[in-house]
């Protein structure tokens, strides 16, 4: 098979930018390898930060206007990243950003209307990848497992700590993935309050002391106790978390600290109760993974149960991005690109909308 050239673009629920990974994919008999060309992160400027971080609370005619808008404006960042890269692309690949997600209630809401970003950047796209899942009674997440199986497959456990915290592995021969719960929603929410984007490395973490009676009550939200498939979003962690945080009178060291131990502990119970090999590797990307004292405090948690393995910065903050356009790939191409037993769906599917460029 000749190499596809993607151009993947992925906004995660933790809106620390737009990430855009150039890469080439190629396979043969069903198996692939790939390569991450070149990548940038746009971070947002304040006002598309707030537009996107509010678009949940929008009436349904503003919502609308947002999702053309912002479509145009991932076209223009696309075009700007190719024309000054001279990148030669086969066509973009746009997860977009996440804006409602209740697939309980039929509901998922990716923003970046695929035909405004496709004439803005002169390029075919494929975006929507999560709406036919739900239609077929699916979850429309995690995706990223498609990747880790035919990508990845060395690893184990693939970890990805974003806004939430996911998870994907083999067992009983088929692909298996959720949201665990939390992962740097709430860090970068009380950050925010002391005006710094993120813990950098987790130092104020580090000098923090666990709270017990707050670790307990975290502990004990219902959503852990649902069995998986599941997954979830801003809106669990606005109604169920962010009231025993906003609430507590603590420092922010000692917030950051107790929910980096809430992290590391639904984790780690997420990974010993599939049962790991004392040589069993856990690959953890998404920001997450560059905050150390996480990191160090996940491995503490894990004991002898497994290793955790943190890779190169670029893998790790480009992987998502890069499966995305992935599932472009296997879009393009007719294949499987969401798997049922990830999502809880009826069947497996090859999700996503293609647009070509209009005018």
Not at 204 to 209: E, P, R
Not at 216 to 227: C, Q, R, T, W
Not at 330 to 336: A, D, N, R, V, Y
Request: proline share 4%.
């Amino acid at each position: 098979m000749k190499t596809i050239k993607v151009l993947g673009m992925m906004s995660g629920t933790s809106l620390d930018g737009l990430d855009l990974a150039y890469c080439h994919f190629w396979g043969n008999n069903g198996i692939w390898d790939f390569e991450i060309r070149q990548c940038t992160t746009v971070p947002y400027e304040p006002e598309w930060y707030e537009k996107l971080k509010n678009a949940i609370h929008l009436s349904e005619e503003e919502h609308q206007q947002l999702h053309l808008d912002y479509g145009i404006w991932l076209g223009k960042q696309a075009k700007d990243f190719s024309k000054g890269s001279d990148l030669d692309i086969d066509f973009i690949a746009s997860h977009g950003h996440t804006s409602h997600h209740r697939p309980e209630d039929g509901i998922t809401f990716q923003l970046g209307n695929g035909q405004e970003l496709a004439n803005a950047s002169g390029q075919k796209v494929v975006c929507d990848f999560r709406t036919l899942d739900v239609r077929l009674g699916g979850q429309g997440a995690p995706l990223v497992p498609i990747g880790d199986e035919l990508l990845l497959s060395e690893y184990d456990f693939c970890l990805n700590l974003g806004g939430i915290s996911n998870i994907s592995f083999q067992k009983g021969g088929k692909r298996i993935a959720y949201d665990i719960g939390l992962a740097n929603m709430p860090l970068n929410y009380l950050t925010e309050k002391i005006g710094l984007k993120y813990d950098k490395g987790g130092k104020l973490a580090s000098k923090g002391k666990r709270r017990p009676d707050l670790l307990k009550k975290l502990n004990s939200l219902p959503y852990y106790e649902a069995l998986y498939p599941k997954s979830t979003g801003y809106e669990w962690f606005s109604s169920e978390v962010k009231p025993l945080i906003a609430d507590a009178k603590f420092p922010t060291e000692d917030l950051l600290n107790t929910l980096i131990h809430h992290n590391c502990e639904q984790i780690a119970n997420a990974i010993k109760a599939e049962k790991p090999k004392k040589t069993s590797r856990v690959l953890v990307t998404g920001g997450g993974a560059l905050n150390t004292y996480f990191m160090d405090t996940l491995q503490k948690k894990l004991g002898k149960a497994c290793t955790v393995v943190v890779p190169p910065k670029k893998f790790i903050e480009y992987k998502e991005a890069m499966i995305f356009a992935f599932m472009g790939v296997l879009k393009s191409i007719g294949q499987i690109n969401v798997y049922a037993s990830v999502t809880g769906a009826r069947e497996d599917s090859s999700s996503g909308t293609v647009f070509e460029p209009m005018g």
